[in-house]
């Protein structure tokens, strides 16, 4: 009895302290969201966690749209190209190498392994100068791939696939395909792509955030407008929100907050979308056989 009261007060209290973590992530984005509905005087004279009158979110869109002849719809572009680009290449190899580290035993494996998991502890600032020396050096700054190239590399997406892959593709499987004279592409292809599918998605969709919340590596490699992303952009008009600058009504600081409320939708659709493919990519990857 006193066991099954003490269960029964850990769970409460983990129930408690879920709420209390769900509240801090998800208050803010309310907040987002009612302030997107508001004009600059219900912005600063109304009560900041509610609606107010009148209704602005359609005229705080349409000016989001239109301002700067409409640049936002260039950083939009931009944004999609580099996170598709960037986490779907990064997905791919993070797959191709974990699946190797796994699956096959060659000289220097162990050590090639340990130097990818040194490199997730490398702070990105670290690695921003000598990266935009070396594309200066190449001629792609200023250019798409100058965003996209770097975005490819993902040592933590590589050390994720390596453990799903111990756990989700069982090496008797491979040996199977081996006895009947499949070759190791073939095994690859009609056997472990399947049952990598989750893993693979996981690693997607964390790419796919990391790219597109990617702010330091487009301000070096990128100063053309029509080629920065979104984030980039936001920092623009944020700075011309703080010098008063923007529309003549003085309403860049609520078009800035509408901006952020639709530059993380697609974030948002991107994880329901993929949310099924992602929780079981992960409960896959923690259950070894």
């Not at 309310?30 to 109304?46: C, D, E, G, I, R």
């Not at 990266?131 to 933590?156: C, G």
């Not at 994880?271 to 929780?279: D, G, I």
């Amino acid at each position: 009895m006193a066991s099954k009261r003490a269960v029964q007060k850990n769970s409460k209290l983990l129930q408690l302290m879920m709420l209390v973590a769900a509240a801090y992530f998800l208050i803010p984005l309310f907040w987002l969201v009612v302030a997107s509905t508001k004009s600059m005087s219900s912005l600063y004279n109304s009560f900041g966690m509610w609606f107010a009158s009148p209704f602005s979110l359609f005229e705080n869109v349409h000016k989001v749209f239109t301002l700067s002849d409409g640049i936002f719809l260039h950083w939009a572009k931009n944004s999609i190209v580099y996170a598709v680009g960037g986490a779907l290449g990064a997905a791919i190899i993070s797959t191709l190498t974990g699946y190797g580290f796994s699956k096959y035993r060659f000289r220097g494996s162990n050590l090639l392994f340990g130097l990818v998991l040194v490199t997730i502890m490398v702070p990105t600032t670290a690695l921003a100068l000598p990266t935009y020396l070396m594309f200066v050096k190449f001629h792609l700054v200023n250019t798409t791939w100058a965003v996209i190239l770097p975005s490819l590399v993902s040592p933590i997406g590589v050390y994720l696939m390596r453990v799903y892959c111990d756990s989700a593709v069982p090496q008797t499987l491979l040996e199977a395909g081996r006895i009947d004279g499949a070759g190791e592409f073939r095994i690859f292809r009609d056997i472990s792509v399947r049952m990598l599918a989750p893993g693979f998605v996981t690693v997607l969709l964390l790419s796919i955030i990391g790219v597109w919340n990617n702010y330091l590596l487009p301000l070096m490699m990128v100063s053309v407008a029509e080629l920065q992303p979104l984030t980039v952009g936001l920092s623009v008009w944020n700075l011309q929100a703080n010098a008063g600058g923007g529309f003549v009504d003085g309403s860049m600081p609520v078009v800035l907050i509408t901006a952020s409320l639709i530059t993380v939708i697609p974030l948002m659709l991107a994880f329901l979308l993929l949310q099924r493919f992602w929780e079981n990519g992960l409960s896959a990857g923690a259950v070894k056989e």
